[in-house]
């Protein structure tokens, strides 16, 4: 009898341990499960911060048709080009003639209906929460997508600045300047790894001004007035809201996103008879932080060579057609 008690006993409290097991492995994998799923969640709260803080386009509604849009005046020097349209208002002199590609508007309805557009546009610019300072000199800096702002005037005194959207079309650039932006002669700036025209946006808070032979890119949205100097020529628009827009022989491409016709960006940009990206030249893949241009394109065989040689004696080339409306996008 001492003995079968005894082997119950044990019986028992092996049964005891084999549950106390099997509880302690449920506990282990339930709190496993947690927490995969607490990194899960982590993981998506992470994401949607970075959505979130990633910078959205400035919509310019029925300004983004415009090359230059002005509120007091226009003044041209010399035989300036500009591929959109042409606005003022309430101001109603326009001087010296310059090269619309696009419609001119001054002081009606549809200029009246862009320069409120332009001031919703310039208040969203400005109301952006800042992802760091722009500094006071431009000259040899490196910016990714966000929003960069100056507490005083910002300048460009030499060579270039470069924006890098690091193989992101969508990239967005934001520059609040709270006084003046000025640019010295023959600088530039320079878009590389998927940067766009169409996503960049310069919120001045007095006037710009781009020196002589300045290659510039980006919509300019200045609340008093632009003044682009000699051969400065822009990839974008120069909307001022309350002051006079001054040319002087410049070439002004109007940049749209191709997924878009009202400014805002979000797609490729297209490119008509000037390339995207820095104007007057092609668009390179930019090696690193410093700009140079990427690898060069191979070279054509010989048979690929000879092939086209003989497309070219059949096909006689179509003489381009000029640009009636503000369409060009690039």
Not at 132 to 141: H, I, K, M, P, R
Not at 205 to 228: E, K, P, R, Y
Not at 273 to 289: F, I, R
Request: hydrophobic content about 40%; overall charge positive; aromatic content about 4%.
């Amino acid at each position: 009898m001492i003995r079968g008690v005894q082997r119950t006993q044990e019986s028992r409290d092996g049964g005891s341990r084999a549950a106390s097991r099997t509880a302690c492995a449920m506990a282990h994998a339930n709190a496993l499960r947690a927490a995969l799923m607490l990194l899960a969640s982590l993981s998506l709260l992470v994401f949607a911060s970075s959505a979130l803080g990633a910078a959205a386009p400035v919509g310019l509604g029925t300004a983004a048709s415009f090359s230059v849009l002005a509120g007091s005046t226009v003044t041209n020097t010399g035989p300036t080009t500009m591929f959109g349209d042409l606005g003022l208002s309430p101001g109603s002199s326009v001087t010296g003639a310059p090269h619309v590609l696009g419609a001119t508007h001054v002081d009606d309805a549809v200029a009246i209906g862009a320069k409120n557009a332009l001031t919703s546009a310039y208040d969203d610019a400005a109301g952006r929460p800042s992802n760091g300072s722009a500094g006071t000199d431009l000259a040899g800096q490196v910016f990714l997508p966000g929003v960069r702002t100056a507490s005083s005037s910002l300048l460009l005194s030499s060579g270039s600045v470069t924006l890098d959207a690091q193989g992101n079309p969508n990239a967005v650039f934001i520059f609040q300047i709270a006084s003046t932006l000025i640019t010295a002669s023959n600088t530039s700036v320079v878009l590389i790894n998927g940067a766009q025209a169409c996503n960049v946006f310069w919120q001045v808070g007095s006037s710009a001004t781009l020196g002589t032979g300045t290659s510039f890119v980006g919509t300019i949205m200045a609340l008093a007035t632009i003044t682009a100097n000699t051969a400065a020529t822009i990839h974008g628009r120069l909307l001022a809201s309350t002051g006079a827009v001054n040319l002087d022989t410049n070439t002004i491409t109007t940049s749209n996103c191709s997924s878009s016709e009202s400014g805002i960006g979000g797609g490729t940009e297209t490119a008509g008879s000037e390339t995207a990206g820095t104007v007057g030249g092609p668009v390179t893949a930019g090696k690193g932080a410093t700009g140079a241009p990427g690898t060069a394109k191979p070279g054509k065989s010989t048979g690929a060579k000879k092939a086209a040689k003989r497309k070219h004696l059949h096909v006689r080339a179509r003489p381009a057609l000029q640009h009636r409306h503000a369409g060009f996008t690039g």
